[in-house]
């Protein structure tokens, strides 16, 4: 298997510089009501992602959704120690921007090419909020 790396280009929102294993949603994510920021855990009933933690991943989604508690959700994550890593969103909205900055993780948008399409949940993902680059290694590469 290659072990050649996919690179995306796009817009820094927060600036820094983290990696770690990617969790992706096409779903978007409430912050209120949506997560535990106790525990990273999405909880939202009907989300693809119902019990699963962001915790030191790297979340790759399309965007926000719900109310401006989004921010106060995450900002509470960071405080907890349970916020992702780093973020990639497709969408830009106040709701997902706020969040990203309370929580002074490295996020990139606006991307090359769509996130949702390139990245897989596993994939070993680098965020470059200060370039504005994602570079990903395939789950399958690294194996």
């Known amino acids: 298997m290659s072990n050649a790396t996919i690179i995306l280009k ?3 929102i927060v600036e820094g510089v983290a990696e770690g294993e990617a969790l992706v949603t096409s779903e978007t994510i409430s912050g209120w009501g949506g997560i535990d920021s106790m ?3 999405v909880v939202e009933t009907r989300h ?3 019990g699963q933690s962001f915790k030191d ?3 790759v989604f399309p965007g926000a959704k719900g109310s401006s508690g989004w921010s106060a959700a995450f900002h509470t994550a960071r405080l907890a120690g349970t916020a992702p890593k780093a973020v990639i969103f497709n969408q830009m909205t106040t709701k997902v921007a706020l969040g990203v900055v309370v929580m002074r993780t490295p996020t990139v948008t606006e991307l090359d090419q769509d996130p949702l399409d390139v990245i897989e949940t596993g994939d070993w993902v680098k965020v470059d909020g200060d ?3 994602v570079e990903i290694t395939k789950a399958a590469a690294r194996e």
């Open 57 to 59: 991943k790297v979340l």
């Open 39 to 41: 525990t990273g855990t």
């Open 48 to 50: 693809e992602l119902v």
């Open 10 to 12: 796009g817009r820094g």
């Open 131 to 133: 370039a504005g680059t």
